[in-house]
Every structure is written in C-alpha cells, then in structure tokens.
C-alpha cells in the first residue's frame, strides 16, 4: 500500500495543494517558501503510529497556523481521510471517528482542534529525516525534551534521534543488503553508539565522534542506523528534507542508488531538493520498472501549485533548470564575450 494523494488546504502557506505521488521515488521541487518541508512534515505527522494520525503528534509537528490538513490513501477499496477543524467548524457535516481533541484551556494560543479519521488499515509507517544534524546533540537532548515546555525543537527532530538510539540487528536485514556497502564505503566505516553519543568507527579502527564528523557523511551514517535497527523497513515510508546537503557531489549518484534501491522494496519515497545533479540522477539511475516522480511547487498568485512529470527534463516550472541555464549562459558570456 502507497500514499496515493495528498490534498493540504488552508494549511500553513498553502491554501489548497493536491499532490499526487507514485510509490516509488518523489521528488519535492520548488523555491524556498512554496511548502516542501510542510508537506513532508504533513505526511510525517499522519503516518508515524501504528494507530493513525492522532492530535498530539499532529500538534507536536505544527505548534501553529493549523485549521485543516487531508490526507488521503487508497488501495484496494481503503481510504485514509485526516480533517483537522477549527472549532468555529460545524463538526456535524462530519461523519468521520473523532480520534483526538485538544483542550484550549490547556493552551492559550491555541483553538480547539478535532482529528477525524476514516480508516487506517494497511497504512504504511513514516521516517522523517531532517534537513538539521540532530544525533550530535543526542545526548541528553531527549530528557530536556520532555521537561521544558517551550523546548525549541518539534517532534521530527527529537523523534529521528529516538528511533536513531533502538538497537542495531546483529544481521543485516534483507532490505539493506545492496544498500549498506555503499554507505560503508562512503563513510569508510560503521556507526556505534556509547553513552546515547554517536560515532563513526572507522575501518582503521578510529572513533569519530558526529560532533567533529563531517556533515554529509552524518547523513550517509543516520541511514545506515536506521536501516540496521528496521526503522525503514519493506513498506515504510521515507521522508527525507534535503538528503543532498553538505555531501560531496560524488555521493550524489551512490545516494540516489541506495533510494531507488530502496523503492524497489516497498519503501514509499519523499525527497526534497534544490540541487540539479541529486535531481537529475534519479531519470539517468532509474530502470525501467522504476517509479519516479517529480513534483514542482511554484506559485499562481498567492496559491502554491504542483506539477507532476516522470522525466525532470519535461517540468515546465523547474526553478533548478532555469537556475542552471542562467549559470550556462553566464559561463557562456565569459567564453565568448559580449
């Protein structure tokens, strides 16, 4: 079972979005501002328990701006369907189980919020993987978490460091098989955790620690780690902000590997980039059984709106095509003079 589509509506930034992914790999495109992470964070939200999508995660993702998120996925004849409401919203026109409320009195900023769901049968379970290094501060991060209130840091980031910790399998897990030679490679080594603190133990037998580690390979290692502890499993879901930051262009072709690799084992996949050579790997890697998709967000007015092509190379609102062209035509100014 996939995601199938996506529909945001007065959400945040976007007024009203319909996204409508493959069950392969997906890629967010778009400038800054137009909703990449929002939707991310949206599908986050909405697929991280077993249970459903409840109030209390939805709300630790979004701590504002909330009156209506839709989510929906099919296969065969199941349906998800997650309304969040305003309270000044008739809750009579809606037929669908309440799952949450959220009391006002609790929260002075805040209105009171209803969650209504259909149906969570065969739902995938989502990993989200932020844009921010969060393992470094691993340690102690999480206790302070839970005793201060105002704590500046929401659930997609304390949470990546929670199913960072579980523990690693003794074997490799089938899905990972193809896939965590390259990241060893990459990394020259493996990941250990001593004392909730991460490390890299290098072939040469070296400790690093992710605090002097460097950024990308902190990426490429969080990977593996999740991989090795079945956090991303055959029927997950991954959403990942902006993999391609800070790694070395000459990961960028192993990476998008691993990813594909990674589909092609029922792992639904959610990418956002900025970055033209990340982007284009995926049309030059894929095979032909692969499902790829690429997802511009652009704006019409003040709305955000998507477009959807399977080759890179046909969207016509591609702000990292237009991007590299101006790049081309300077470089060609150089050459040749005005």
């Given at each position: ?35 990449k992470t929002q939707i991310l964070k949206a599908i986050y939200a909405s697929t991280d328990s077993m249970e459903g999508p409840t109030l209390k995660v939805l709300l630790e993702c979004f ?128 990941i250990v955790i001593e004392n909730n603190e991460f490390y890299v133990k290098k072939n040469d037998g070296r400790f690093i620690n992710f605090a002097v580690e460097a950024e990308g390979l ?101 702000t990292i095509m237009e991007a590299y062209n101006k790049l081309l035509d300077e470089v060609y100014g150089l050459q040749v003079g005005d």
């Amino acid at each position: 079972m996939s995601l199938k589509r996506i529909c945001l509506e007065n959400f945040l930034a976007l007024e009203k979005l319909e996204l409508n992914p493959v069950a392969g790999v997906n890629i967010l495109l778009g400038k800054n501002g137009t909703g990449k992470t929002q939707i991310l964070k949206a599908i986050y939200a909405s697929t991280d328990s077993m249970e459903g999508p409840t109030l209390k995660v939805l709300l630790e993702c979004f701590k504002y701006g909330l009156e209506k998120i839709r989510l929906l996925t099919e296969a065969n004849h199941g349906k998800i369907v997650i309304d969040i409401e305003d309270d000044e919203i008739s809750t009579k026109t809606i037929t669908d189980v309440i799952v949450g409320k959220h009391d006002a009195s609790d929260d002075p900023d805040s209105h009171e919020i209803l969650v209504k769901v259909s149906s969570f049968a065969g739902l995938k379970r989502g990993v989200y993987i932020p844009v921010k290094d969060m393992l470094t501060h691993a340690n102690g991060l999480l206790s302070m978490s839970e005793r201060y209130r105002d704590f500046p840091f929401d659930r997609t980031l304390t949470r990546i460091i929670q199913k960072a910790q579980q523990w690693k399998l003794k074997e490799i897990p089938t899905l990972a098989f193809n896939i965590l030679p390259h990241l060893e490679k990459m990394m020259d080594g493996k990941i250990v955790i001593e004392n909730n603190e991460f490390y890299v133990k290098k072939n040469d037998g070296r400790f690093i620690n992710f605090a002097v580690e460097a950024e990308g390979l902190k990426k490429i290692g969080l990977l593996w780690q999740l991989l090795m502890n079945e956090s991303i499993t055959e029927g997950s879901i991954l959403l990942w902000d902006e993999p391609e930051a800070n790694l070395n262009p000459e990961y960028l072709p192993i990476l998008v590997e691993c990813l594909l690799e990674l589909s092609r084992h029922d792992v639904q996949i959610f990418v956002s980039t900025h970055n033209y050579l990340f982007a284009t790997y995926f049309n030059v890697r894929q095979k032909a059984s692969d499902c790829v998709a690429y997802h511009s967000l652009y704006m019409e007015g003040t709305n955000v709106k998507c477009e959807t092509k399977k080759q890179f190379n046909e969207l016509e609102h591609n702000t990292i095509m237009e991007a590299y062209n101006k790049l081309l035509d300077e470089v060609y100014g150089l050459q040749v003079g005005d």
